[in-house]
Every structure is written in structure tokens, then in C-alpha cells.
């Protein structure tokens, strides 16, 4: 039988992972309070998940927003130092980031719970909006930036300007709150931009992730080393009974008994949760094939 206790002592384990990596993210507390953006040498380094270089309390750099940064810039057309982070950490994690490590992800968590009830949408809709997310990383951090130039031959960073609502919710209200002069500045791509985070902040109510499943380019990028990535999810074939409990818990949608290191899997744990016969494990491993030696998430 499954544990309740167990269950509910993972999620709050879960999510105190979260709130600690979101506070580490923007810990810096004095920009906060004096309204200004924080510059120190962590800056030139990248946290993990989608945080905006612009909330002051960012103490590092977002990994999307430093991959246009040097791709739009004429003197770094391609930068190994970006693009070996995101690799590194794509190699080590896949997209454990965006279950664990991600600030704008615990924030739809979080909204999630909101007890009202929750949209389905239909599959082939679901299926063919998940693709879009890979549009938006080709096109607007890597192509647009590099092609689409000015006179000087720098580009802009498209995603953060035009898409971003986590640079919306971290950087926007915060600055705006703090400086008239940014008030009196408010033009219609800030309205645009405002108009993104309603809707992304309304539909994470009813809709599990729908910035994590339809839009975000980090978790694509991520998504592509999840089935390669050293911390894996394993199902035990022997012990499974396939009873599919598993599948109808996860809210990413991914078929478990199936392909359980889909594209889709941010590695939530939610499934292993619900699991009465402990069939499925998460963790790192030395090699394929081998068992997952150490969990986040331990089934007792």
C-alpha cells in the first residue's frame, strides 16, 4: 500500500528544494531593498533555471539570457563557455532543473495549487503545442539574435524582450515599483509583456506548467539530454504490475511504463510517490544499465 505520510513528506521535501534553490538564486537582499541590480562577480556566472539577470536579487546570470547575449554580440558569434554550461549541466541533471532547480517553475508549482478547478487539454492539442517551445529556442535565442542585428552588427536578446515572463515578474515590477522615472517610460511592448505574464500566471492556475510544457527554450534545451543525462529515472520492470497509476499522476503527461526519461520528464518524483510496489527509482548513475546509487527522492 502506498504511505501517505511518505508521500506528503516528499512533496515538502520537494518544495523545500525549490524555495532554497529560488532563494539562492536572487538572495541578494540589499538590492531589494535599494531598487538596484546586482553587479557583483557572480554575475559572470549562470544559475541553472530561468532566472532574470535584471531581478535585483539575481546573483547570477540566466543561462538564456547570456546565450543571446553572446550569440547577438559581433565579437562572440559562438561562445563554448555558454553553450559547455548548459551542456554540463544538461549532461549531469536534464531537466531535474526545471523539476528542482528553476525559479519560475516553483512559482507555477505554487500557483498550481490555487484549489480551483483544473483545465484538460485535449491530446493532440497538448501533443502539437509542446513542439513550440523548440521553435522558440531555434528561432528566438539562437537565430534572431546572431541574424536579426543593427547597424553595428549586435543583435538583441528577442526571448527576454518580446516572450520572457519571468523577466516580467522578476525585474519588471520590482524596478518599475522602485523608479518613476521607468513608470513614465511604459510603452506598449511593456503592456505586451504584461499581458504574456497574465496569461501565463491565469493558465498555470488551471494548467499544470504551461510556460514549463509549451514555451520555455531552457527546458527544451535541457529535454534533449534527458534520456542521456546521468541522473535517470528507472522503472523495474520486474516489480512494476503496470497498473498505470503512475501515468494518470503525472501531470507532464509522460507515458512512465513506457518511455519514463521522455523529453517531458522534469523528474518531479511525483510518480514515484503514488508507485505501491517501489518499481521506480530516480538518480545518478556511473553507466547505463547500472541501478541508480543515489535517490532525492527514496521510496521507503
Known amino acids: ?95 531535474l532543473v526545471c523539476g528542482l532547480l528553476c525559479p519560475f517553475g516553483f512559482v507555477q508549482d505554487l500557483l498550481h495549487k490555487i484549489p480551483l478547478r483544473k483545465l484538460r487539454i485535449a491530446t493532440r492539442v497538448d501533443r502539437a503545442l509542446r513542439w513550440l517551445k523548440y521553435g522558440i529556442l531555434l528561432v528566438f535565442v539562437i537565430i534572431l539574435p546572431i541574424f536579426a542585428t543593427n547597424a553595428f552588427g549586435v543583435g538583441s536578446p528577442y526571448f527576454c524582450k518580446w516572450i520572457c515572463p519571468a523577466g516580467t515578474l522578476e525585474g519588471g515590477f520590482p524596478l518599475l515599483l522602485a523608479h518613476e522615472s521607468l513608470r513614465q517610460s511604459i510603452g506598449w511592448l511593456f503592456n505586451w509583456k504584461l499581458l504574456l505574464l497574465i496569461a501565463t500566471v491565469l493558465s498555470s492556475i488551471v494548467i499544470y506548467r504551461p510556460f514549463c510544457k509549451y514555451l520555455c527554450p531552457l527546458g527544451a534545451f535541457y529535454s534533449l539530454f534527458n534520456k542521456v543525462s546521468l541522473y535517470r529515472m528507472e522503472v523495474d520492470q520486474e516489480k512494476c504490475t503496470h497498473c498505470l497509476r503512475c501515468e494518470k499522476q503525472c501531470k507532464m503527461g509522460v507515458s512512465i511504463t513506457k518511455d519514463i526519461n521522455a523529453l517531458e520528464c522534469i523528474r518531479c518524483g511525483e510518480c514515484t510517490s503514488v508507485c505501491s510496489q517501489h518499481a521506480i527509482t530516480m538518480g545518478f548513475k556511473c553507466a547505463l544499465g547500472h541501478k541508480p546509487h543515489q535517490e532525492l527522492y527514496k521510496s521507503n
Open 1 to 95: 500500500m502506498i504511505n501517505q505520510s511518505t508521500k506528503r513528506q516528499r512533496i515538502r521535501k520537494r518544495t523545500w528544494i525549490q524555495l532554497i534553490a529560488a532563494c539562492l538564486s536572487n538572495g541578494y537582499i540589499a538590492g531589494f531593498l535599494g531598487s538596484k541590480i546586482y553587479k557583483g562577480n557572480t554575475k559572470f556566472f549562470c544559475v541553472p533555471g530561468l532566472n532574470c539577470y535584471s531581478c535585483p536579487g539575481a546573483m547570477g546570470s540566466c543561462p538564456i539570457g547570456a546565450l543571446q547575449a553572446v550569440l547577438g554580440d559581433r565579437k562572440y558569434n559562438f561562445s563554448y563557455y555558454i553553450f559547455g554550461i548548459l551542456i554540463l549541466i544538461g549532461s549531469l541533471l536534464g531537466r
